[in-house]
């Protein structure tokens, strides 16, 4: 009986690592969100960390403001939208058959 409590605790402290090292490169991830065509793109890494905007000239009109603001506001959804898929798919594999209430 002491042996498998041994056993399972490495292998806790093992998903515990491997769960620690897939969140730290969910940093390095780049996920996109655009709207309105791909005039307006916005870059986030995993980590929820917005990294970059992109904005068409095109779409800027001095007299729309409101509708580049509504455009910007729609891309970073759309890209925190795929993070969160993201690291759902990415941190879901450890907790894969495991019903522990509270996690992902």
Known sequence: M???????MKQMQ???R???????ELKDK??????GGGMVTVKANGHKEI?????????VDPDDIDMLQDLV?????????KVDEL???DMGKFTKGLNIP???
Do not use: P
């Open 18 to 24: 491997d769960m620690a090292k897939a969140q730290e």
């Open 30 to 35: 780049v996920i996109e969100g655009t709207a």
């Open 51 to 59: 990294i970059d905007i992109i904005i068409k000239e095109e779409v």
């Open 73 to 81: 506001l729609a891309a970073t959804n759309d890209a925190l939208k």
């Open 2 to 8: 002491k042996g498998n409590m041994n056993n399972m």
């Open 102 to 104: 509270g996690m992902f």
């Open 87 to 89: 690291v759902s798919q």
């Open 14 to 16: 093992k998903m515990q």
